[in-house]
């Protein structure tokens, strides 16, 4: 089955042709990071108009390096939650018009799940259920991945994500948006061991996690050394901000596996990109003879191929939509 994926629920324009769920024929991004760098985060109306400018190309350009046409296509697949609404809607609404025009099925697919589903595409022998750790922009869960399309939250962020620590940490650091990558690269220069940063934690929820305490230790730092006039070394601060998210990240799935009796272990999410966090889940992982599996970088970030490899099991569960079908800024996986 031959899915169109379709991707923009944030500030990527993406689309995808995926094969039965796991076999990528094209898969094109088109990233507005370097215009929204300039305001320090995304502008939701910027992201919006981008997308309307950019989703024919986009989608032209996967259908042409898949060779493939719209009529060959066997369905279509859009991410309709969670994001920006505005963004999200150019999706959900482009997607409604190919399949009006086309007459082919309209699979509606939650951005997170496809996150989780580009581990599908890296590992094809991969088969639910296992334990996922999503670290994205907007979320932080530890989530059971009972089946392809049923999920049960086991931990989640009561405050800041971990990209959204990574990203405002890195602003405090003088690095541009995002910082996640920034930190990444600045923390293989310095020394993890140089600055104490807090390990918060959520009472009576192991799980769970709170990065909030931890970016402001961060700021507090930097601004404690300009006021006394000193020097911060920020490529040992970036070192020890990344360790220490790493290790809570690390620390609080391994718990999660042992207690829940998983062997299997996925990472999903942009974050899931970060070295250290890499290095700390392979070392876990190793240690305790459990198998993971994290996406290549490319189908770390947002990209429309995970949300194909995700429309496909949506598919089988028989989790297709109507014309009515809207967008929803927020929803659980
Ligand atoms: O999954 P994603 O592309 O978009 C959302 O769905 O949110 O995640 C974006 C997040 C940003 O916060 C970005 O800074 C972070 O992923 N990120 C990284 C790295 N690459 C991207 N964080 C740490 N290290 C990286 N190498
Ligand atoms: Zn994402």
Redesign the pocket.
């Known amino acids: 089955m031959k899915i169109l994926a379709i991707e923009s629920?944030?500030d990527e324009t993406a689309a995808a042709v995926v094969e039965d769920g796991r076999k990528v024929s094209s898969s094109v991004v088109n990233s507005q990071i370097a215009e929204h760098k300039i305001y320090g985060g995304v502008v939701p109306e910027i992201a919006s108009r981008r997308h309307m400018e950019n989703i024919v190309p986009v989608t032209q350009e996967a259908l042409s390096q898949a060779g493939i046409s719209l009529e060959e296509i066997d369905a279509v697949g859009v991410t309709a939650a969670p994001g920006l609404i505005g963004a999200l809607l150019v999706g959900v609404n482009y997607a409604k018009g190919i399949c009006m025009a086309t007459g082919k099925p309209l699979i509606p697919v939650h951005?997170i799940r496809g996150?989780v589903a580009a581990n599908y595409i890296a590992s094809p022998e991969l088969k639910p259920p296992f334990l996922c750790l999503i670290v994205?922009?907007?979320?932080s869960h530890i989530v059971e991945v009972l089946d392809y399309t049923r999920y049960r939250i086991v931990g989640y962020t009561h405050d800041d994500a971990a990209?959204?620590a990574?990203?405002k940490s890195a602003r405090a650091m003088g690095f541009p948006y995002?910082?996640?990558?920034y930190?990444?690269q600045a923390a293989k220069r310095g020394d993890p061991g140089k600055y104490k940063l807090p390990k918060p934690r959520v009472e009576g929820s192991p799980y769970d996690f709170s990065f909030s305490g931890l970016k402001t230790a961060v700021i507090n730092l930097l601004h404690n050394a300009q006021q006394k006039g000193e020097a911060v070394d920020r490529d040992s601060l970036a070192a020890s901000f990344q360790q220490t998210i790493c290790e809570i990240l690390t620390d609080h799935l391994e718990k999660a596996a042992k207690e829940l009796g998983y062997c299997v272990i996925t990472a999903a999410?942009?974050?899931s990109?970060?070295?250290g966090l890499r290095f700390c889940l392979e070392k876990m992982c190793r240690e305790n003879g459990y198998s993971l599996h994290i996406p290549p970088l490319s189908l770390?970030?947002?990209n429309a191929a995970m949300v194909g490899a995700q429309a496909y099991f949506e598919f089988l569960a028989g989790n297709t939509a109507g014309f009515d079908l809207n967008a929803s800024p927020s929803k659980n996986i």
């Not at 994205?136 to 979320?139: D, F, P, V």
């Not at 995002?178 to 990558?181: F, S």
């Open positions: 629920s944030c951005h996150h994205s922009g907007g979320h990209g959204e990574f990203d995002p910082g996640g990558i930190i990444d999410g942009g974050v990109a970060n070295s770390c970030g947002d």
